[in-house]
């Protein structure tokens, strides 16, 4: 049964930073898996953040997020990470990891949809 579980969540400043991380367990490797963050906000869908692919290494990000956070990941460790830099009042959010069966295809990848195996979520709080 594959479990992730999410981590470094919390209450930060405006311009401040968190990391976040994802480790993934119950399947040997999730080396072909694609590795992503969602945000929620109460009385909204999720939104996608950042995924980085399991085929290659590259990331993408939402329009909201670039030059300001960064995805990475540890294959070795399972693990996908999250850096999220110069903090804003409108990154305060839910933040999920979602993690792909397979490699998606480039359409896909901002699609919750096609992520299978999700985290509980770690609470980012960011103040004035």
């Known amino acids: 049964q594959v479990q992730l579980v999410e981590s470094g969540g919390g209450l930060v400043q405006a311009g401040g930073s968190l990391r976040l991380s994802c480790t993934a367990s119950?399947?040997?490797?999730?080396?072909?898996?694609?590795m992503a963050w969602f945000r929620q906000v109460p009385g909204k869908e999720r939104a996608f953040v950042a995924v980085?692919?399991?085929?290659?290494?590259?990331?993408v990000y939402a329009d909201s997020v670039k030059g300001r956070f960064t995805i990475s990941r540890d294959n070795a460790k399972n693990t996908v990470y999250l850096q999220m830099n110069s903090l804003e009042p409108e990154d305060t959010a839910v933040y999920y990891c979602?993690?792909?069966?397979?490699?998606?295809?480039?359409?896909?990848?901002?699609?919750?949809?096609?992520?299978?195996?999700w985290g509980q979520g770690t609470q980012v709080a960011v103040s004035t």
């Open positions: 119950g399947r040997t490797s999730f080396r072909v898996s694609d």
């Open positions: 979602g993690v792909s069966n397979n490699s998606l295809i480039l359409g896909r990848l901002g699609d919750g949809e096609n992520y299978v195996y």
């Open positions: 980085v692919r399991g085929s290659g290494g590259s990331s």
